[in-house]
């Protein structure tokens, strides 16, 4: 079974999804690629940090269950391996809302998760305590709403990431009873 995570950047869904492959028997979190750089402090695991070029190479070789382009990067989710689409296996996606929309299209038994800030005063404070610049935090507070909506037109379940310990528990359990 196909498990999406999304939401708008900066509302926790890196911390929640390591949290969730941990917790969760038969959980695998699929690792992104992606074209941007590294954030300072940001675990070199967190993506395959690849360049433009490779990137597209990918694309052209069908390498891609997703991919989209948001705010100037490139982010793609791997095909993934017949264990995931035909065994007890189940897979973790933590991609972007428009990601989110090409899985579901694909893969209509796939289940979204949209994951939540409290309020948009929160996300930014987030966003900026992770070291995202102004006009960063600015364009994704932007964009933060259609991100929301477009979800939620995905028939995806909500969660509000106010506390980690909470949000984790409360996703492990929606994943566990929907598993195969």
């Not at 695991?45 to 490779?54: L, M, N």
């Not at 269950?65 to 100037?72: I, K, R, S, V």
């Not at 296996?89 to 800030?117: D, Y």
């Not at 005063?121 to 995202?132: A, C, F, M, P, T």
Request: glycine share 8%.
């Amino acid at each position: 079974m196909l498990f999406v995570l999304c939401g708008p950047g900066g509302v926790g869904k890196g911390t929640v999804s390591s949290r969730l492959v941990e917790r969760v028997e038969n959980l695998d979190l699929s690792r992104s690629w992606t074209t941007r750089d590294r954030r300072d402090g940001e675990s070199p695991d967190s993506y395959v940090f690849v360049s433009r070029e490779a990137f597209e190479e990918r694309v052209a070789d069908g390498g891609f269950l997703e991919y989209a382009e948001f705010l100037g990067n490139l982010y793609g989710t791997p095909v993934p391996g017949d264990q995931y689409l035909t065994s007890d296996r189940n897979l973790l996606l933590e991609i972007e809302v428009q990601g989110a929309a090409q899985v579901k299209e694909r893969f209509p038994e796939s289940s979204i998760i949209l994951l939540l800030p409290p309020s948009m005063s929160e996300l930014e404070r987030r966003l900026i305590g992770r070291g995202d610049s102004s006009e960063h935090v600015k364009r994704r507070l932007d964009v933060a709403d259609l991100e929301i909506r477009t979800a939620r037109s995905l028939g995806a379940t909500e969660f509000v990431n106010s506390s980690i310990d909470v949000t984790v528990t409360d996703i492990a359990r929606f994943i566990e009873s929907n598993s195969r």
